[in-house]
């Protein structure tokens, strides 16, 4: 019998880190440089990643959103938001 052990990483590299909190890198750098994300640590002199544990506790902190999904989602019949519950 055999057995499988995932292991959580501790650490992310931009690109991950970024489809991990459903980013771009690109975003996920310029709200990071502006205190609006968590920053990356330094892990070697030409390496940094981002911590997963503050990324989780970032994600978490954020508000709820009260919009609907866009249009071309796919909520709702035929890709529009259904407003019947809105109506009602």
């Keep these: 019998m ?3 052990v995932t292991i959580k990483p501790l650490y992310l590299d931009r690109e991950a880190a970024a489809a991990f909190l459903s980013l771009s890198s690109t975003q996920l750098e310029k ?14 002199a030409g390496r940094s990643a981002w911590l997963v544990e503050e ?9 709820v959103s009260d919009l609907k999904p866009a ?12 407003d019947a519950s809105d109506s009602k």
Excluded: H, I, Q
């Excluded at 709200?31 to 070697?44: D, F, I, T």
């Excluded at 249009?71 to 259904?82: C, I």
């Design 71 to 82: 249009r071309n989602s796919g909520y709702g019949r035929a890709g529009t938001p259904d």
């Design 55 to 63: 990324l989780e506790d970032w994600g978490r902190s954020l508000p």
């Design 2 to 4: 055999s057995t499988t």
């Design 31 to 44: 709200m990071a440089s502006k205190g609006l994300a968590p920053k990356p640590r330094k892990l070697s």
